[in-house]
């Protein structure tokens, strides 16, 4: 079987390029990952492996949280985002993370033997979901957790209503589906995890909202990394996107428009 189909491929930029974004989304959402995985429990000591790692951000915490006794196994299919992480991680001082280049289909690492298995806005860009959540519930030990945050972007949204951000989650959401994925699986998380032999997940909504700031910025300039991907997939224009930065921009200057960021649905169960 393919490790990875043309469809798999992350419609944003990646290593230096997507750093600035990556970080910003950490910004936006790191805290209530952290604030979720906490009260889920992470042992001091434990194994944890962290699929799709990206730059490292939420790797980093997570190494911290085990201690320098436990261990982080961290896997991302992108060499231009691992060396960002792994950069991170010796700048840091963080020692007890060990980083791979694999898909998330075929993980490489060790069957049932994390406490901890982790993914953040992964799912949501594979054309196979299902296979990939199948190898990581496989790495989850007898009594340890697996813990999935996702995408919902049917749930951004901007108050008073524009057209403009609608517009925003309509072309993103047809872009999924034109590349065979789903942005909104985050919603479907209960039921898939059902199917991998979970028969009591949890289920948890992260939606932070901003009036100014980078944060209230972060899916404009999620939209307009992945515009080449939407013109590309007939679904927008130039001139369309154009026009949408555009109005963007003013939305972001404007303070007395909220835009709440895409709802993160996380779903986590124990072995």
């Given at each position: 079987?393919?490790?990875?189909?043309?469809?798999?491929?992350?419609?944003?930029?990646?290593?230096?390029?997507?750093?600035?974004?990556?970080?910003?989304?950490?910004?936006?959402?790191?805290?209530?990952?952290?604030?979720?995985?906490?009260?889920?429990?992470?042992?001091?000591?434990?194994?944890?492996?962290?699929?799709?790692?990206?730059?490292?951000?939420?790797?980093?915490?997570?190494?911290?949280?085990?201690?320098?006794?436990g261990e982080v196994a961290a896997v991302d299919i992108s060499a231009d985002q691992m060396k960002i992480a792994a950069q991170r991680a010796a700048a840091l001082g963080v020692t007890n993370i060990s980083f791979g280049e694999a898909s998330a289909y075929e993980t490489g690492l060790p069957r049932s033997s994390f406490d901890i298995v982790h993914c953040r806005f992964l799912l949501c860009h594979l054309a196979r979901p299902m296979d990939a959540l199948r190898e990581l519930a496989s790495l989850v030990k007898p009594g340890g957790v697996l813990a999935c945050f996702d995408c919902d972007l049917t749930s951004l949204f901007s108050v008073p209503h524009t057209s403009t951000y609608a517009r925003v989650s309509e072309i993103l959401l047809a872009t999924g589906i034109a590349r065979g994925v789903d942005f909104a699986l985050g919603l479907k998380l209960p039921r898939l995890f059902h199917s991998c032999g979970f028969a009591q997940p949890e289920i948890a909504f992260i939606q932070p909202g901003f009036l100014r700031g980078e944060e209230k910025r972060l899916w404009e300039y999620s939209f307009l990394e992945a515009s080449p991907a939407t013109v590309a997939a007939g679904i927008t224009s130039q001139n369309e996107v154009r026009s949408l930065a555009a109005?963007?921009?003013?939305?972001?200057?404007?303070?007395?428009?909220?835009?709440?960021?895409?709802?993160?649905?996380?779903?986590w169960a124990r072995r």
């Amino acid at each position: 079987m393919s490790a990875t189909l043309a469809s798999d491929r992350y419609v944003l930029k990646t290593g230096e390029a997507g750093a600035g974004r990556l970080e910003l989304l950490d910004r936006v959402c790191g805290p209530e990952t952290q604030r979720i995985l906490s009260q889920i429990g992470i042992p001091p000591g434990g194994k944890v492996a962290d699929i799709g790692c990206g730059i490292g951000t939420t790797t980093v915490w997570l190494a911290k949280a085990v201690g320098p006794r436990g261990e982080v196994a961290a896997v991302d299919i992108s060499a231009d985002q691992m060396k960002i992480a792994a950069q991170r991680a010796a700048a840091l001082g963080v020692t007890n993370i060990s980083f791979g280049e694999a898909s998330a289909y075929e993980t490489g690492l060790p069957r049932s033997s994390f406490d901890i298995v982790h993914c953040r806005f992964l799912l949501c860009h594979l054309a196979r979901p299902m296979d990939a959540l199948r190898e990581l519930a496989s790495l989850v030990k007898p009594g340890g957790v697996l813990a999935c945050f996702d995408c919902d972007l049917t749930s951004l949204f901007s108050v008073p209503h524009t057209s403009t951000y609608a517009r925003v989650s309509e072309i993103l959401l047809a872009t999924g589906i034109a590349r065979g994925v789903d942005f909104a699986l985050g919603l479907k998380l209960p039921r898939l995890f059902h199917s991998c032999g979970f028969a009591q997940p949890e289920i948890a909504f992260i939606q932070p909202g901003f009036l100014r700031g980078e944060e209230k910025r972060l899916w404009e300039y999620s939209f307009l990394e992945a515009s080449p991907a939407t013109v590309a997939a007939g679904i927008t224009s130039q001139n369309e996107v154009r026009s949408l930065a555009a109005e963007l921009e003013q939305i972001a200057r404007d303070e007395t428009i909220l835009v709440a960021q895409t709802r993160m649905p996380v779903a986590w169960a124990r072995r």
